[in-house]
């Protein structure tokens, strides 16, 4: 799976390829009208600094496979198109020229045996930050197609493709902590598990003000670790669904329960928790912890429905401020 684009500064994308040799086919690609068309833009180029760039851009004709543009993008399903300048050239290292909206685009080319090192490198996008995710998205999709091309891949459907990358955009900007497990009892018995006070605190916390009701606020306490958490209770669809707010009034993350029956009698339940804020490794170690937590917990339920044990996992994986 191709790397994620850098944001190297507030407003400078950069991306990093490896691409087959030799180094001429790859400098083709991207100064030859036919060749380009193949993985990003039709269009000639006057080859010389302050030379004219001309883009045009059909995105469904990039690959075989057919693909409508999502809504946002509708517009541009007939076609788009913009007119540059050649800012820098060095054939065949280093081609540099303006991008609409006054940003400007340069690609590197460097051998590395038999192969070539593409930089593609983003600079002055605008502030905000659709733009900036549409610009991201955009460029990783492209050249996601063009390494299609060079390893004898069918090309992917660049509209398909692009909501792939967006969502792999989506988990690194806003990343989310994600488990599951299968309980081996119905689904409303599993569901029921998760909003009745008296069964959840046999496999989580101690005490609960009340029952899980959409619209409702109650509290969960963990009296081992003297601490209470306030829940609101945002989304609840019996059998199906539980969605939470919770944490404190500086730091609220949200919860998602889901109940998928399978065969006859057994129920895998899925959590995803999200909403975390913070520097980059704060966050990811918020994630990591957090996901950790809920498989304790599904353990505890799994444990407590199937066979009436108690394991008292949660309360006992940091007995005594033990790490």
Same mark, same amino acid.
């Given at each position: 799976?191709?790397s994620?684009?850098?944001?190297?500064?507030?407003d400078?994308?950069?991306f990093?390829?490896?691409?087959?040799?030799?180094?001429?086919? /790859?400098?083709?690609?991207?100064?030859?009208?036919?060749k380009?068309?193949?993985?990003?833009?039709?269009?000639?180029?006057?080859?010389?600094?302050?030379?004219k760039?001309?883009?045009?851009f059909?995105?469904s004709?990039?690959?075989?496979?057919?693909?409508?543009?999502?809504?946002k993008?509708?517009?541009m399903e007939?076609?788009?198109?913009f007119t540059?300048?050649v800012?820098?050239i060095?054939?065949?290292h280093?081609?540099?020229? &303006?991008?609409?909206?006054?940003?400007?685009?340069t690609f590197e080319?460097?051998?590395d045996?038999d192969?070539? /090192?593409l930089?593609?490198?983003h600079?002055?996008l605008?502030a905000?930050?659709?733009?900036?995710g549409?610009?991201t998205?955009?460029?990783?999709?492209?050249?996601?197609?063009? &390494?299609?091309?060079?390893?004898g891949?069918t090309?992917?459907?660049?509209?398909?493709q692009w909501?792939?990358?967006?969502?792999?955009?989506?988990k690194?900007?806003?990343?989310?902590?994600?488990t599951?497990?299968?309980?081996?009892?119905p689904?409303?018995?599993?569901?029921?598990?998760f909003t009745?006070?008296?069964?959840?605190?046999k496999?989580w916390f101690?005490?609960?003000?009340?029952?899980?009701?959409?619209?409702? &606020?109650?509290n969960?306490?963990?009296d081992?670790y003297n601490?209470?958490?306030r829940?609101?209770?945002?989304?609840?669809?019996p059998?199906?669904?539980?969605?939470?707010?919770?944490?404190?009034?500086?730091?609220?993350?949200r /919860?998602?329960?889901?109940?998928?029956p399978?065969?006859?009698?057994?129920?895998?339940?899925s959590?995803?928790m999200?909403?975390?804020?913070?520097?980059?490794?704060?966050v990811?170690q918020?994630?990591?912890d957090?996901?950790?937590?809920?498989?304790w917990?599904?353990?505890?339920?799994?444990?407590?429905?199937?066979?009436?044990?108690?394991?008292?996992l /949660?309360?006992?994986?940091?007995?005594g401020?033990?790490?």
């Amino acid at each position: 799976m191709a790397s994620l684009g850098k944001m190297i500064t507030p407003d400078t994308l950069y991306f990093e390829r490896r691409l087959p040799g030799p180094l001429e086919r /790859v400098w083709a690609f991207l100064t030859e009208s036919e060749k380009r068309g193949k993985w990003l833009a039709t269009g000639e180029m006057e080859l010389f600094e302050g030379g004219k760039v001309n883009l045009l851009f059909h995105h469904s004709d990039l690959s075989p496979e057919a693909g409508a543009p999502p809504e946002k993008f509708r517009a541009m399903e007939a076609g788009h198109s913009f007119t540059g300048k050649v800012l820098k050239i060095d054939p065949p290292h280093l081609l540099s020229f &303006t991008w609409e909206g006054g940003s400007e685009v340069t690609f590197e080319l460097e051998p590395d045996g038999d192969e070539v /090192v593409l930089l593609l490198t983003h600079r002055k996008l605008p502030a905000d930050a659709a733009t900036r995710g549409n610009n991201t998205t955009g460029w990783h999709t492209h050249l996601d197609i063009l &390494t299609a091309r060079f390893t004898g891949q069918t090309p992917p459907n660049f509209w398909r493709q692009w909501a792939l990358v967006e969502e792999r955009y989506r988990k690194q900007q806003h990343p989310a902590a994600e488990t599951g497990m299968l309980i081996r009892k119905p689904v409303a018995e599993t569901f029921e598990a998760f909003t009745d006070a008296d069964i959840i605190t046999k496999f989580w916390f101690t005490r609960s003000t009340g029952r899980l009701e959409k619209g409702k &606020t109650v509290n969960w306490i963990w009296d081992m670790y003297n601490l209470t958490s306030r829940v609101f209770v945002k989304d609840l669809v019996p059998d199906k669904k539980i969605e939470i707010e919770w944490g404190t009034d500086d730091a609220r993350t949200r /919860v998602e329960w889901t109940f998928q029956p399978v065969e006859t009698g057994l129920t895998f339940v899925s959590i995803v928790m999200d909403g975390f804020t913070g520097d980059e490794d704060k966050v990811q170690q918020m994630v990591t912890d957090s996901a950790s937590g809920f498989c304790w917990v599904l353990a505890g339920a799994k444990a407590w429905l199937e066979f009436g044990i108690q394991l008292n996992l /949660v309360g006992d994986r940091f007995y005594g401020g033990r790490k």
